[in-house]
């Protein structure tokens, strides 16, 4: 009998712990090291996923080990009043890196809790309190966060925050608008901001977005996007606020996503990359934003701000992804990455699209390539079988919409591990369809 299969820890693990969202993977995982984890019959399972998303390193990087392992003898956790050279030194860091003027920064946990102070900013900020996001997103469980989240979790948990708007994202593969048979995502955002208009009290504060929605299916922002959404926040008073809990600190090809589109948001946040799979967020904005908001009275007073803990291992972070050269590894390994994925499209009909950034990539499977009808369930089936040969995927399934997988390996993953994941994904396609 395989030790995935003991009897003893599912029963406790169904006894004793609360079901938070979708199925566990049936496999115990008991290590996880550079591109794998390691399951109870000893079995690698390449991970495509970097945990939820955020081990950019992989996993059991002996740099971060040694940090972590060294800050938990001498400067683990402190007074939240209290500062220490770390979290002045990612500070400084980070301003050195991020887009132009972003220069002050808060240092948090999670990325629910950075969007959370980006929102509570920007409240004080404007005076407003009204927040736009996009109907595909997702930003976090803490209310504020949860409020500007559509993609999933809106049902059963009472009023959302007085004020929340979505408006659609765009869809290349789906467009919801067109102008002469082509996607027309300028005339969806003139649309979509003229409702929020209407709904507005007149107290917009913030626009909440990613990137690339991954959550909401790897939806890339066409180039200009960014911009003409900035320009819609300007005229109205309202901040940019983006998310780049997956797209910052090199996934994307570039340090930040929005580098591409040459768009600085009013305030950025960041979380599971910065960390590498460890638990560490920052909020960043603009002196004149922070000097104003401390003026105010901001308040975001948390028991793990400013810990010198995570902030080392953010500052090692950094440190090995310029060192190593991990952003431009990002690009290529990306190339590499979405040629092959477009070379299964080719072969396989239910690829119906393939997109994304450098090694943030999705995969729509639908029924066919003709009618674009989702197929949730060979989707499933896909994924489990992936799992069976020794890859970890994550599908993503959404309304309207065919189920995406969402690759995003570690940037640390080598040519063999992505050629590795990308023949078993091959294989279980073929024994799938
Ligand atoms: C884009 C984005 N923002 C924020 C979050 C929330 O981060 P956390 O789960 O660390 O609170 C997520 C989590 O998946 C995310 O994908």
Redesign the pocket.
């Known amino acids: 009998m395989t030790r995935n299969a003991d009897p003893d820890l599912w029963t406790r693990a169904r006894r004793h712990l609360v079901r938070y969202g979708g199925t566990f993977a049936p496999v115990i995982i008991e290590r996880a090291e550079g591109s794998f984890v390691i399951d109870a019959d000893g079995r690698k399972i390449l991970d495509f996923t970097s945990g939820?998303?955020?081990a950019i390193l992989g996993h059991g990087h002996p740099e971060i080990a040694a940090v972590v392992a060294d800050h938990a003898r001498t400067l683990d956790h402190l007074f939240s009043g209290m500062l220490s050279r770390p979290v002045v030194d990612l500070a400084t860091e980070l301003a050195g890196i991020a887009p132009g003027g972003l220069e002050r920064t808060l240092l948090l946990?999670?990325?629910?809790?950075?969007?959370e102070a980006a929102l509570r900013m920007a409240k004080l900020a404007t005076g407003g309190w009204e927040v736009v996001g996009f109907a595909q997103?997702?930003?976090?469980?803490?209310a504020g966060?949860a409020a500007a989240?559509y993609s999933a979790g809106r049902k059963g948990y009472g009023p959302a925050q007085v004020g929340s708007f979505a408006i659609p994202a765009p869809n290349a593969y789906r467009p919801a608008f067109e102008r002469d048979g082509a996607a027309d995502w300028q005339g969806e955002l003139d649309y979509a901001f003229a409702l929020v208009d209407r709904q507005s009290t007149g107290n917009l504060a913030a626009f909440l977005a990613?990137p690339i929605?991954?959550?909401g299916g790897i939806l890339d922002l066409p180039p200009g996007y960014l911009a003409a959404l900035k320009r819609k926040c300007v005229e109205r008073g309202m901040l940019l606020i983006l998310?780049?809990?997956?797209?910052g600190i090199g996934r994307t090809g570039l340090m930040f996503a929005c580098e591409r589109d040459g768009v600085v948001p009013d305030i950025l946040?960041l979380?599971?990359t910065l960390g590498a799979g460890l638990?560490l967020?920052a909020v960043m904005t603009t002196a004149a934003i922070e000097d104003l908001c401390h003026a105010r009275g901001f308040l975001f007073y948390t028991t793990h701000v400013s810990d010198p803990l995570p902030a080392a291992v953010g500052l090692k972070v950094l440190e090995i992804v310029a060192r190593d050269g991990l952003v431009a590894r990002a690009a290529t390994a990306g190339a590499r990455l979405a040629a092959r994925l477009r070379a299964l499209q080719q072969r396989f009909a239910c690829i119906g699209d393939v997109r994304g950034r450098g090694l943030l990539q999705g995969v729509e499977i639908v029924a066919d390539r003709a009618t674009k009808v989702p197929a949730p369930d060979l989707g499933d089936a896909v994924t489990r079988r992936c799992l069976e040969l020794g890859l970890s995927m994550n599908i993503v399934q959404l309304p309207d919409m065919g189920g995406v997988f969402r690759i995003a390996p570690p940037l640390t993953a080598s040519d063999a591990e992505l050629d590795l994941g990308l023949d078993i994904l091959e294989r279980a396609l073929e024994s799938s369809v």
């Open positions: 939820q998303m955020s946990t999670t990325g629910a809790e950075a969007n997103s997702w930003h976090g469980m803490t966060a989240t990613e929605l991954s959550s998310d780049e809990a997956q797209t946040t979380s599971k638990p967020a």
